[in-house]
């Protein structure tokens, strides 16, 4: 079955201090991967996503995630973080035909200490 | 220009209330979505479209019921609301021919 786990419920990083988010995933075929983040009272807003060839996808906001098949795995990572990326953020894997959904890990909240 | 819009933004209403909330998205896109959003933040699927024909209809209770008049709308009603049926509610879409899904800002529902 599909799943995806977000490992870390909460982290706390300073200000400027760089940052990684986990992200393991179980899923049948190639997965197609993203990485969303939703700001308080906010929507969700895609940072990136990976389909297939390079295994390091670049985002907005100067952030990056490296697909590693042999970890099933697809971490969020950011060299510096700004007070401004405090949110919750969503790691999710599908869909890959019309009859797929999107499955989400329940998520990582970031906090940024000044 | 919105690209994947609801409304209302935020609904409170009573327990044992019908109410409605409204998806459009001026994408072009033939797939949509409406997922949940509980307490904990926990995103869930409820329903998916895909030109106005049901794909996915997860394990719901039947007072929600999506309509879909046409690709560009996806609306979900609720028929005697719960205080359970507190959430946020996001409408999506994503293209046939891509995997990226799209999501509308969420609509706040509040049952007292």
């Known amino acids: 079955a599909q799943s995806v786990t977000q490992p870390d419920i909460h982290i706390t990083v300073s200000e400027g201090a760089s940052l990684e988010l986990r992200c393991n995933y179980s899923?049948?075929?190639?997965?197609?991967l993203f990485w969303y983040v939703q700001s308080p009272g906010q929507g969700l807003q895609l940072l990136l996503k990976?389909?297939?060839?390079?295994?390091l996808v670049q985002g907005i906001k100067g952030f990056e995630a490296e697909f590693k098949r042999s970890q099933s795995s697809f971490n969020l990572r950011k060299p510096s973080v700004h007070w401004s990326d405090a949110a919750e953020y969503f790691c999710?894997?599908?869909?890959?035909?019309?009859?797929?959904?999107?499955?989400f890990g329940k998520g990582t909240r970031l906090h940024i200490l000044p | 220009d919105t690209a994947v819009s609801q409304t209302p933004k935020y609904l409170v209403t009573q327990m044992g209330n019908d109410k409605s909330i409204k998806c459009e998205q001026n994408?072009?896109?033939?797939?949509m979505y409406w997922y949940k959003q509980d307490s904990k933040k926990f995103l869930k699927i409820m329903f998916s479209y895909n030109n106005k024909e049901l794909i996915i209809n997860e394990t719901v209770p039947n007072r929600f019921s999506p309509k879909s008049p046409d690709k560009a709308h996806l609306n979900l009603h609720i028929n005697s609301l719960e205080l359970g049926d507190s959430a946020v509610y996001f409408c999506?879409?994503?293209?046939?021919?891509?995997?990226?899904?799209?999501f509308g800002e969420g609509s706040w529902l509040t049952v007292v």
């Open positions: 899923y049948g075929a190639t997965p197609y």
């Open positions: 999506a879409s994503r293209p046939t021919s891509g995997n990226t899904i799209y």
């Open positions: 994408l072009g896109h033939d797939t």
């Open positions: 999710a894997v599908g869909p890959g035909n019309r009859d797929d959904k999107i499955i």
């Open positions: 990976y389909f297939s060839g390079d295994t």
